[in-house]
C-alpha cells in the first residue's frame, strides 16, 4: 500500500511535469475566455513548423476581445490560394465549437510533420480560426446546458442579440442594430477573401447549408426550401461533411427533433430566418458557409469532448480540402499586365454576382464540369471564358483551376502614347489554365523522424512568432516509460 501510493505520488509528479514541462497537450476541458487566449497565445509562441498570426479582431458587447488565428504554410505573396475559416460558438451556449476548433488547429500543427496531406493542405491553404464570435454568451452558460436560449446572445446576460440575426440579408433590409462582434467579422472578411467557412453551432447533428433566408414567408407548416444558384455545390459540401462525420449521414434525431436525410438541410427548409451569418458569407462575398450542428446537447459535459472531436476530425478536414475544388484566377489589363480589381464576375448560368480582390484575384468553388466566366469590368470589353474543373478521386488531392484573364481596355486611346498599338495582338478570354505540380501525381514522402525534428525553413516575417517546437510525443513516449517502469518496480 504504502509502495503503491509512493508510486502513484511519484507518477502524478511525473505526469504533472511532463505536462507542465515539456508538453503543450490540450487538455480536453471548455477553456474560459482568459483561458483560450493563452491557448492562442501560446500557441503561436510554440508553433514553428508552421506560420501562424494571431489577431485580435474586435471586441465583444462586454469587450473582451475576439481572437482569430491564421495557420498556414504557404508562401506569403502566392496567388490563388484559397482562405478558409471556421467560427465557432456564435451562440454563447452553443460551446462544443470552441474546444473543437482548439483541437483541430492542435492536430494539424502536429500532423503536418507526419502526413503529406496535411502538409499538403498546409502549404496551400490559409487557414483562419475564430474559436469564439460570442465570449459574452459564453461567460454566462454552463457546463450541462443542453438547451434553452440562456447565453445565447451577446451582452451582460447574454441576451442582447442574436449574432446569428444580426448580418445584412439578402432579401430583406435587417433593422437589428449591428453588434460589435458582427461588426468585427465583416471589417475581417473585406480585408481576407475567405473562400470556404463553416460556424459551428449545436443543439442538433446537421450541415446546413444556405440560403436561411426567404424572399417571402409562408404559413404552410412545411417550409419550402430557399436555395441559391450554387446548390449543388452546398449540397455537396454538406454531405462530404456529412458522410466524414462518424454519425451525422445517418440522420441523428436530437429529442423531438427532425430527422435530416443524409445529415443535410437546407436552411430555410428546416425553418426560415433573416440576417444569418452564412447567407451573408455566400450572397456578399462569394465564400460558401455551411451552418453545421454538432452536438444534440448545446454545452455537454467537458467528459464528451474526446467522442465529439472524434466524430468531427475526419469531417472537418475532407470538408476543408473541398477549398481546392473550383477554379481561381487573376484578372489582369492585356496591355499593362496590372490586375484589374474592380469588376463583377459571374459562372455562366448562375446567378450570383461575385468580385475579384484588390489583386485581381478570385475563387469560386464549383463541382466537375465544363464552366464559363463572365467578367464586366469598367472601362474594359466584356468578356466569356471557358474552362474545366477536373474530378479528383478519393484517393488523389484536388486542385484548383488556374486562370489568367487578360481584360481588352475599351476606352479610345486619346494620348499619343496609347496610340501605338500593342505589336501582337492581345489575347481576350484565351483559357491560360496552367497545370500545378501536384496534378495527378503523387505527393513525395517526406523524411519524418520520429521525434518531429523536421523544420520547414524558415521564410516568414516578423509578424510571425516563433518559439519552441512542442514536444507531444517525446511527453507520450516518456509517459508510457514511467508507466511501464512503475509497473515493473512495483
Ligand atoms: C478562468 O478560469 C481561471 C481558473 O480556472 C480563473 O482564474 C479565471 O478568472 C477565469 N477567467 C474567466 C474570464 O472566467
Ligand atoms: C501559457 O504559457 C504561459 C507562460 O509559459 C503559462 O504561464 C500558462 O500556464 C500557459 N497557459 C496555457 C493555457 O497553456
Ligand atoms: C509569447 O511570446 C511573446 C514574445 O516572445 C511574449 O511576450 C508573451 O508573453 C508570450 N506569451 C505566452 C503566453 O507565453
Ligand atoms: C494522412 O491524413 C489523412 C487525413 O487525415 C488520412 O486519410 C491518411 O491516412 C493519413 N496518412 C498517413 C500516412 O497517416
Ligand atoms: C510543403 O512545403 C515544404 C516547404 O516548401 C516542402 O519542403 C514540402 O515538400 C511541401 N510538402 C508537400 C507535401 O507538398
Ligand atoms: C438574378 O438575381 C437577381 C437577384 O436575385 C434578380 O433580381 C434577377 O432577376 C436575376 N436575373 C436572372 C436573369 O435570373
Ligand atoms: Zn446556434
Not at 444580426?166 to 477573401?193: G, L, S, Y
Not at 467557412?197 to 407548416?221: C, I, M, Q, R, W
Not at 480582390?357 to 472601362?379: C, H, M, S
Request: aromatic content about 10%; proline content about 6%.
Amino acid at each position: 500500500m504504502v509502495c503503491g501510493n509512493f508510486g502513484g505520488l511519484w507518477f502524478d509528479v511525473f505526469l504533472i511535469v511532463c505536462v507542465v514541462r515539456t508538453c503543450t497537450c490540450l487538455t480536453f476541458k471548455y477553456h474560459n475566455n482568459s483561458e483560450l487566449e493563452q491557448v492562442l497565445k501560446n500557441f503561436t509562441n510554440t508553433t514553428t513548423n508552421i506560420k501562424t498570426r494571431l489577431e485580435n479582431i474586435g471586441n465583444s458587447f462586454n469587450r473582451i476581445p475576439l481572437w482569430a488565428i491564421e495557420l498556414t504554410a504557404a508562401e506569403e505573396n502566392t496567388l490563388g490560394v484559397p482562405n478558409i475559416k471556421l467560427i465557432g460558438n456564435i451562440h454563447g451556449n452553443e460551446a462544443v465549437g470552441r474546444e473543437i476548433i482548439l483541437n483541430f488547429m492542435e492536430y494539424l500543427r502536429t500532423e503536418y510533420d507526419r502526413n503529406t496531406t496535411i502538409q499538403w493542405l498546409l502549404n496551400n491553404t490559409r487557414m483562419h480560426f475564430l474559436p469564439t464570435m460570442n465570449p459574452d454568451g459564453f461567460a454566462v452558460s454552463h457546463e450541462g446546458m443542453c438547451s434553452g436560449e440562456y447565453g445565447r446572445n451577446n451582452g451582460k446576460q447574454g441576451d442582447v442579440e442574436d449574432l446569428n440575426r444580426n448580418f445584412p440579408d439578402f432579401f430583406h433590409d435587417n433593422k437589428i442594430p449591428r453588434q460589435p462582434e458582427t461588426v468585427a467579422v465583416m471589417r475581417w472578411m473585406d480585408r481576407i477573401p475567405f473562400i470556404l467557412s463553416a460556424g459551428l453551432h449545436g443543439g442538433a447533428v446537421v450541415a446546413n447549408y444556405p440560403f436561411d433566408t426567404v424572399k417571402e414567408e409562408t404559413s404552410k407548416p412545411i417550409n419550402p426550401p430557399s436555395l441559391t444558384p450554387d446548390d449543388d455545390v452546398f449540397r455537396h459540401l454538406a454531405t462530404v461533411y456529412a458522410n466524414n462525420h462518424l454519425t451525422m449521414h445517418k440522420g441523428v434525431i436530437c429529442d423531438n427533433g427532425k430527422k435530416f436525410k443524409g445529415g443535410i438541410t437546407n436552411g430555410a427548409a428546416w425553418y426560415p430566418f433573416s440576417g444569418g451569418m452564412q447567407d451573408f458569407n455566400y450572397a456578399k462575398h462569394g465564400c460558401m458557409e455551411l451552418t453545421l450542428e454538432i452536438s444534440c446537447c448545446k454545452f455537454p459535459r467537458a467528459s464528451e469532448l474526446p467522442h465529439l472531436w472524434e466524430e468531427n476530425k475526419m469531417a472537418l478536414l475532407r470538408y476543408v480540402m473541398e477549398a481546392h475544388r473550383g477554379v481561381t484566377g487573376q484578372l489582369l489589363d492585356s496591355v499593362t499586365n496590372l490586375p484589374v480589381s474592380k469588376a463583377n464576375l459571374q459562372i455562366y448560368g448562375r446567378n450570383m454576382t461575385f468580385h475579384p480582390t484588390k489583386n485581381g484575384e478570385f475563387w469560386r468553388l464549383l463541382l466537375p464540369g465544363e464552366y464559363q466566366i463572365q467578367v464586366d469590368a469598367p472601362g474594359y470589353y466584356s468578356t466569356l471564358q471557358g474552362f474545366t474543373v477536373r474530378n479528383f478521386s478519393a484517393d488523389q488531392l484536388p486542385s484548383l483551376t488556374k486562370l489568367k484573364i487578360l481584360l481588352l481596355n475599351s476606352t479610345i486611346p486619346t494620348t499619343p502614347k496609347a496610340e501605338t498599338p500593342p505589336s501582337s495582338t492581345p489575347t481576350i478570354g484565351r483559357d491560360l489554365r496552367e497545370t500545378t505540380a501536384e496534378e495527378g501525381q503523387t505527393t513525395t514522402l517526406l523524411e519524418f523522424n520520429l521525434l518531429g525534428h523536421f523544420q520547414r525553413s524558415a521564410d516568414s516575417k516578423s509578424e510571425y512568432s516563433k518559439g519552441l517546437k512542442p514536444d507531444i510525443f517525446s511527453c507520450f513516449l516518456s509517459m508510457i516509460i514511467i508507466e511501464i517502469f512503475l509497473f515493473v518496480v512495483l
